[in-house]
């Protein structure tokens, strides 16, 4: 049912159009043209992301990163394996399906450690790049507490995937 959802929106879309008496075209160009704006006025705030993120990651500092919360993250109950989805899900969605993908290659989508990390990747978000794009788009400087609040909730997110994987293991529901 999902496969047709977007399809069949799509003809509702060009069918109300057509009754309306509408060029469609032209209004797909009108859009795109309305949009490119907002494209140009973001780009500089994706890219110092972007950049940022590359530079953590090829320094080094991510490595460091890991090893140094390896210790008091194990004495959590959080398997190494997860630190760098973790630290990467708040910069970067592409770089934390990677490590999603590598973790379902390495254990199992039914193991502890593919669970916990599908449960973080669904209940966590990329702070970084959602806020430079929502608030760059609309030329906000100064966001108060919502990278606080959002980083909050992806700690808790983090320790909720921790929970639900071992509630879900320890009563046994996969043979």
Do not use: Q, W
């Not at 160009?29 to 950049?51: F, M, Q, S, T």
């Not at 990467?88 to 916990?116: C, H, K, M, Q, V």
């Not at 909730?153 to 994987?165: K, N």
């Amino acid at each position: 049912m999902s496969a047709f959802i977007i399809p069949v929106m799509v003809l509702a879309l060009i069918a109300y159009a057509l009754i309306k008496r509408v060029n469609i075209y032209d209004a797909f160009i009108e859009g795109a043209r309305e949009g490119l704006p907002v494209v140009i006025n973001v780009l500089p705030y994706i890219a110092a992301i972007l950049l940022s993120l590359n530079l953590f990651r090829d320094s080094g500092a991510l490595g460091a990163l890991i090893d140094i919360l390896d210790g008091p993250l194990k004495s959590i109950g959080m398997p190494a394996e997860l630190t760098p989805l973790a630290l990467l899900r708040p910069l970067s969605g592409g770089a934390s399906l990677g490590i999603l993908a590598d973790i379902y290659a390495n254990y199992g989508t039914e193991s502890f450690i593919g669970l916990a990390a599908s449960v973080m990747m669904g209940s966590s978000e990329t702070i970084f790049y959602t806020l430079a794009l929502y608030f760059g788009c609309v030329n906000i400087t100064k966001t108060r507490y919502t990278l606080p609040a959002s980083l909050l909730a992806t700690l808790a997110g983090i320790i909720a995937s921790l929970v639900f994987a071992h509630l879900f293991f320890t009563r046994s529901v996969i043979p």
